[in-house]
């Protein structure tokens, strides 16, 4: 039992740290390198206590991934800007579990014991149902704050990067501790330059990113970096299919509290889908925690 709650920490911080992103304040270039670097510092604290034995390869492969990672988590914080926590986070998290499903399926061969592909075929049904409740708009309403012209973007952009990085990773064998503090630092060189204003006209000419708003968000970064390790430490616990469901039912604090705590706006009938779509992205990534478990 023990384990289990262990288990779910990684679940409850990423649920948070949205929450956090958004309420501590400052723009999305403000936003995403306090994430990045408040990772980066706790990987150069920690890292020294895992005992890792790089190689140029292992080096060079987890600062690249970490570059492509730095890219899906800029993408990321403009979509909570764009179309807030509550409509990214769910949509995100299924968008992110149905690549890396489909992923697994076409370079790894998963899904071949007995009972596993009707088990996952039957998640990503539900996955595709709930990202579609959570995009469910009332009468398609110019709303304040809402922009799905830019959120659109995001999403595509910070999906593709998101699991892009996690299946190179992957390919190359790549241990997650060993991977931390170079990836962290790829993540950070890749979002210092796609957070200047050259490439984000749209916050204006003037550089934002230095500034004591950055150093709040230091704090969701370092928070972003413990969940990473926990979630690597819990595979070995309660193993590797149900830590990787566990670790996506933060899903139900972001939206939540993206809904109840920061005040973003819905209908009544926009709320109930909502509801429904992140109850069937949850039960989506447990299932797909089961056809790993199957296929085991």
């Not at 595509?156 to 501790?177: A, E, M, N, P």
């Amino acid at each position: 039992m023990a384990d289990f709650f262990i288990a779910l920490t990684p679940s409850l911080i990423f649920g948070v740290m949205s929450l956090l992103l958004v309420a501590l304040g400052g723009d999305y270039r403000q936003q995403t390198m306090g994430e990045v670097t408040g990772a980066l510092l706790i990987s150069l604290v920690l890292t020294p206590f895992f005992g890792v034995d790089w190689d140029l390869r292992t080096v060079l492969v987890a600062f690249t991934t970490g570059a492509v990672l730095g890219v899906g988590i800029l993408y990321q914080v403009r979509g909570l800007n764009h179309i807030g926590v509550s409509r990214t986070m769910p949509i995100s998290t299924g968008a992110q579990l149905v690549g890396m499903a489909l992923g697994g399926i076409i370079l790894f061969g998963e899904w071949r014991a007995p009972g596993a592909m009707p088990v996952g075929m039957l998640a990503l049904a539900l996955l595709t149902a709930g990202v579609t409740c959570t995009t469910w708009t009332e009468g398609n309403p110019v709303r304040e704050g809402v922009d799905w012209g830019k959120g659109r973007v995001d999403l595509v952009v910070s999906t593709i990067c998101l699991v892009g990085y996690l299946l190179i990773q992957r390919q190359f064998g790549i241990d997650g501790k060993e991977a931390m503090l170079p990836q962290f630092a790829g993540c950070v060189v890749a979002c210092l330059v796609l957070s200047s204003p050259r490439f984000t006209p749209e916050l204006g000419a003037r550089d934002t990113r230095w500034s004591r708003v950055t150093v709040r968000q230091l704090f969701p970064g370092v928070l972003w970096g413990l969940a990473v390790l926990l979630m690597q430490t819990n595979a070995a616990r309660v193993g590797v299919a149900m830590g990787f469901s566990l670790s996506q039912l933060g899903v139900i604090i972001s939206t939540l509290g993206g809904i109840f705590l920061l005040r973003e706006k819905r209908t009544r009938r926009e709320l109930v889908t909502t509801m429904a779509g992140v109850v069937l992205v949850v039960a989506g990534a447990i299932l797909i925690g089961v056809a790993k478990a199957l296929d085991s």
